[in-house]
Protein backbone atom coordinates (compact mmCIF):
# COMPACT_ATOMS: atom_id res chain seq x y z
CA UNK A 1 0.00 0.00 0.00
CA UNK A 2 1.16 3.53 -0.59
CA UNK A 3 1.67 5.87 1.73
CA UNK A 4 0.92 9.22 -1.01
CA UNK A 5 -2.94 9.09 -0.69
CA UNK A 6 -3.01 9.04 2.92
CA UNK A 7 -0.56 11.46 3.50
CA UNK A 8 -2.12 13.88 0.51
CA UNK A 9 -5.35 13.42 2.61
CA UNK A 10 -3.66 14.09 6.04
CA UNK A 11 -2.20 17.00 4.65
CA UNK A 12 -5.96 18.52 3.10
CA UNK A 13 -7.09 18.09 6.71
CA UNK A 14 -4.44 20.03 8.45
CA UNK A 15 -4.87 22.60 6.20
CA UNK A 16 -8.00 23.31 6.25
CA UNK A 17 -8.47 22.60 10.34
CA UNK A 18 -5.11 23.49 11.91
CA UNK A 19 -3.12 26.35 11.94
CA UNK A 20 -0.04 27.26 9.51
CA UNK A 21 2.77 26.27 12.44
CA UNK A 22 1.69 22.80 12.13
CA UNK A 23 0.77 22.35 8.30
CA UNK A 24 3.65 24.24 6.75
CA UNK A 25 5.94 21.64 8.60
CA UNK A 26 4.03 18.64 7.71
CA UNK A 27 4.32 19.86 4.18
CA UNK A 28 7.46 20.16 4.48
CA UNK A 29 8.00 16.94 6.05
CA UNK A 30 6.16 14.93 3.37
CA UNK A 31 7.85 16.39 0.41
CA UNK A 32 11.45 15.69 1.86
CA UNK A 33 10.12 11.82 2.69
CA UNK A 34 8.11 11.19 -0.57
CA UNK A 35 9.73 10.50 -3.55
CA UNK A 36 8.80 13.64 -5.92
CA UNK A 37 5.23 14.64 -3.70
CA UNK A 38 4.07 16.91 -6.67
CA UNK A 39 1.29 16.91 -4.74
CA UNK A 40 2.53 19.71 -2.12
CA UNK A 41 2.42 21.83 -5.26
CA UNK A 42 -1.36 21.58 -5.40
CA UNK A 43 -1.58 21.63 -1.61
CA UNK A 44 0.66 25.24 -1.92
CA UNK A 45 -2.65 26.23 -4.12
CA UNK A 46 -4.90 24.90 -1.79
CA UNK A 47 -3.24 27.38 1.30
CA UNK A 48 -2.73 30.31 -1.27
CA UNK A 49 -6.92 30.10 -2.24
CA UNK A 50 -7.49 29.58 1.41
CA UNK A 51 -5.11 31.70 3.25
CA UNK A 52 -3.13 34.22 0.39
CA UNK A 53 -3.55 37.31 -0.51
CA UNK A 54 -4.29 38.41 -3.84
CA UNK A 55 -0.92 38.35 -6.10
CA UNK A 56 -0.41 41.68 -7.26
CA UNK A 57 2.74 41.77 -8.82
CA UNK A 58 5.08 39.19 -10.16
CA UNK A 59 7.79 40.19 -6.82
CA UNK A 60 4.44 38.52 -4.42
CA UNK A 61 4.10 35.81 -7.12
CA UNK A 62 7.43 34.32 -5.58
CA UNK A 63 6.09 34.52 -1.84
CA UNK A 64 2.84 32.58 -2.43
CA UNK A 65 2.89 29.35 -1.39
CA UNK A 66 2.69 27.29 -3.98
CA UNK A 67 5.75 28.81 -5.48
CA UNK A 68 7.11 27.97 -2.11
CA UNK A 69 6.34 24.55 -2.21
CA UNK A 70 7.68 24.05 -6.16
CA UNK A 71 10.75 25.55 -5.11
CA UNK A 72 11.11 23.36 -2.35
CA UNK A 73 11.04 20.32 -4.25
CA UNK A 74 12.85 21.43 -6.95
CA UNK A 75 15.74 22.01 -4.19
CA UNK A 76 15.23 18.90 -2.42
CA UNK A 77 15.72 16.71 -5.69
CA UNK A 78 19.53 16.92 -5.88
CA UNK A 79 19.85 16.59 -2.51
CA UNK A 80 18.00 13.82 -2.34
CA UNK A 81 19.70 11.60 -5.00
CA UNK A 82 23.00 12.59 -3.17
CA UNK A 83 22.13 11.08 0.34
CA UNK A 84 20.46 7.67 -1.72
CA UNK A 85 23.84 7.15 -3.38
CA UNK A 86 25.42 7.21 0.45
CA UNK A 87 23.24 4.90 2.00
Known amino acids: M ?15 FLPYWVYVPALIAAEALLPLY ?5 LGFL ?3 LY ?14 S ?7 IFLIPIR ?3 RSHV
Open 38 to 42: WEGIL
Open 52 to 65: GGKISSVSSFFLSA
Open 47 to 49: IDA
Open 67 to 73: FLSLAGL
Open 2 to 16: TYRPLATIFLIITII
Open 81 to 83: ARL
